[in-house]
């Protein structure tokens, strides 16, 4: 992928094991008409790294290791090319098979828009994830396509992302090797700070947190939980917070 003037370079070992090499590289190619790409980070991402995705701020980076017990790891790379620029970035978070609670052999390609992780998983069919806080990525929604047994690389390889006519996530096509083509409202799965669905974030929706801060189960949006874990937390005031002020 290339944003920003960067482009992101995944290499995929062929080894199967976790102890395999794979790696992903950072070029500046911001001068691409008048000079060659410059390398800015090469760092190991763990085996059979296959897809990479960054953030549009350019400070989190999301890679999907394509094998058996596969991982996705969360990067912040906000500090790359400073002059404090560590040698490997701080891993984040990881999400695997075990942490997520699925059963599935591979993730696969990551989509991310806003502080929402959309993630093609094969056998586990599509899998949400809010990321407002990249070291705890919190599971908002899922829909499986392949009801088969966990078996290599069947059921949804890939996902694109539709957004409605505000810009909000919407919709995500998803492609299954066996079905084909099934496309799917993820609205409900997306993370929004207008608790009480005016079409606007603001102090209205703040008091609703308020009120209902620390309910820990059972929480609905009109309560405040903001980021779909039936929860009412920081993490709600951190989605209200990022989208404060915002219409539509």
């Known amino acids: 992928i290339t944003l920003n003037g960067r482009m992101y370079v995944a290499s995929k070992d062929n080894g199967s094991t976790a102890f395999s090499s794979g790696t992903t590289t950072i070029y500046d190619v911001s001068n691409i008409g008048t000079a060659a790409p410059t390398l800015m980070k090469q760092f190991a991402t763990g085996a059979r790294t296959h897809t990479g995705q960054v953030s549009l701020d350019g400070n989190l980076l999301v890679v999907a290791q394509e094998r058996s017990n596969g991982e996705v790891r969360l990067y912040d790379i906000s500090m790359i090319d ?3 620029d560590l040698d490997t970035p701080t891993l984040l978070s990881v999400l695997n098979r075990t942490n997520v609670g699925i059963d599935s052999y591979s993730p696969h390609h990551p989509h991310l828009h806003g502080d929402m992780l959309i993630l093609s998983w094969y056998n586990a069919g599509v899998q949400i994830f809010n990321i407002a806080d990249p070291t705890n990525p919190i599971r908002t929604g899922s829909f499986d396509t392949y009801t088969g047994p966990t078996n290599d690389y069947d059921g949804n390889w890939g996902n694109f992302v539709q957004l409605n006519s505000e810009g909000i996530l919407q919709n995500v096509f998803l492609s299954d090797r066996t079905k084909g083509l099934i496309v799917v409202d993820v609205s409900d799965a997306a993370s929004t700070g207008d ?10 929706d703040f008091l609703a947190w308020q009120r209902n801060a620390g309910v820990t189960n059972d929480a609905t949006l009109a309560m405040g939980d903001g980021n779909r874990d039936k929860k009412v937390g920081s993490p709600d005031l951190d989605v209200w917070k990022f989208q404060f002020g915002e219409s539509g």
């Open 82 to 84: 400073e002059p404090n």
């Open 195 to 204: 608790f009480n669905q005016d079409n606007i974030v603001d102090g209205t």
